[in-house]
């Protein structure tokens, strides 16, 4: 997607050869026009695998996977990083480990919203490791339901995340893959290629 690689080459901070800082358009304000094709650019790439639900992991998961909802026709649910009131044992729950963070979360979703009639996208702002798409994964093998694949909107291609899910079989759609961000530089994967 160029307008999103124009985005994050104009608006991204590159805090260390690791870290980019994308707070105007996803991780804080966000940019809704941009948002929006991002939802449909999953949607294109995911029409024909018969979405039920999208599935992604609050906070910054929301806005792209509403509007991949959106576009697609179906519901987005989020997983919940902190037990609600209102979030009791009916719950499919999974571990996080958030290697950025050094913490461990434990991540739920209501069993009312998704089950093993659905067959489930699950979305995310970054993929770095891993751990929260593998988390969600957890989830929708808990419940039985079928999934198509994973969209990520940011991948950090030097970082293992891709491999440990194409391992487990699981089809990986990503709408920009960072391959270095050494330098204070930013560079796309297939700027490497073409080159
Ligand atoms: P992993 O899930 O792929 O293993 O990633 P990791 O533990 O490293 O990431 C933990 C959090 O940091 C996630 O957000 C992830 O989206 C975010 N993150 C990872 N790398 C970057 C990066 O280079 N830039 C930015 N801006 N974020 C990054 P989170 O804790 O779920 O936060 P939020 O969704 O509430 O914003």
Do not use: C, W
């Amino acid at each position: 997607m160029h307008l999103l690689e124009e985005k994050i080459k104009k608006e991204g901070r590159v805090l260390s050869d690791t870290v980019i800082k994308v707070d105007s358009f996803l991780n804080h304000q966000i940019d809704p026009q941009l948002m929006k094709e991002i939802g449909e650019g999953f949607a294109e790439r995911f029409q024909q695998a018969g979405i039920t639900k999208i599935l992604t992991l609050e906070s910054s998961g929301i806005a792209p996977a509403q509007m991949t909802g959106l576009s697609l026709g179906v519901p987005a649910i989020f997983a919940r990083k902190r037990k609600s009131l209102t979030l009791n044992d009916h719950l499919y729950s999974a571990e996080v480990y958030s290697f950025t963070k050094q913490q461990t979360h434990e991540i739920s979703v209501s069993k009312d919203y998704l089950t093993a009639e659905d067959t489930v996208l699950i979305l995310d702002d970054f993929l770095a490791n891993g751990q929260a798409a593998l988390g969600l994964v957890d989830i929708v093998e808990q419940a039985g339901a079928a999934l198509a694949g994973v969209g990520i909107v940011i991948e950090k291609g030097f970082q293992d995340g891709r491999k440990r899910l194409l391992d487990k079989g699981i089809r990986v759609e990503s709408l920009a893959i960072l391959s270095s961000l050494e330098n204070g530089e930013v560079r796309f994967a297939e700027e490497e290629a073409s080159v």
